[in-house]
C-alpha cells in the first residue's frame, strides 16, 4: 500500500535518523516510490543526501586517523576509536567490478580491510606485516561493503586486527592482519 506524501514524510525521516547511512535507493523500495520522489522528499525535509550525511556522523564520532591520510582509507571511516574498532563503508561501483560479472574484484574488499586495519592504529607508523584473509561470499556492483575492524591483540611492535565485512547481514570478506607498529617497539612497552 502506497502512503501519501504526508504520510511517507515523517516515517521517511524516521528511518533516516534510524540509520543515517540509508540510501536513497533502500528507502525508494521500502516506501514503494521512485528514487526522484525520495529525492523530492529529503528536499523538502531538508535532509541532506547519504554522503553528506555519512560525513557528517563521522565529523562528530571518530578519533583522527595517525598513520596515514584519511583520503587513503578505502572507503569511508564512519567511525574509529584507535587500538580499538573502526568501521567503514565502501559503494562497490563499476569501476570496482569485472565488466562481464559485474562482481567485485577481491583486491577492492582487500583495500578496504587492510586499509582500516592501518587507519585502526594508535600510531604515525603502521604497516602490515601479515594478512589471513577469506573471501566469503561474492560482492555486486551496487553494494555497499561494510568493513569492521577490532583490535584482538596488542604486543611489543604487534597489533592484531580483525576485520569482517559484511553485505547487509552477510558476512562477505574476513581478515586477520598482524600489524607492525613503530611507537610501541621504540618505546619498549607492551600492552595487553
Known sequence: MKLSKRQRQPRLKEKIEENPFVTDDALAVEFNVSVQTVRLDRLELNIPEVRARIKHVA???YDTVKALPIEEVIGEVIDLELDHHAISILDIKAEHVFSRTGIARGHHLFAQANSLAVAIIDDEFALTAQADVSFKSQVNVDER???KAKVKEIHEN???????SYVEQELVFKGNFSMFREELSEKGETTE
Open 158 to 164: 604487534r597489533t592484531l586486527v580483525e576485520v569482517l
Open 145 to 147: 561493503v561494510v568493513a
Open 59 to 61: 565529523k562528530q564520532q
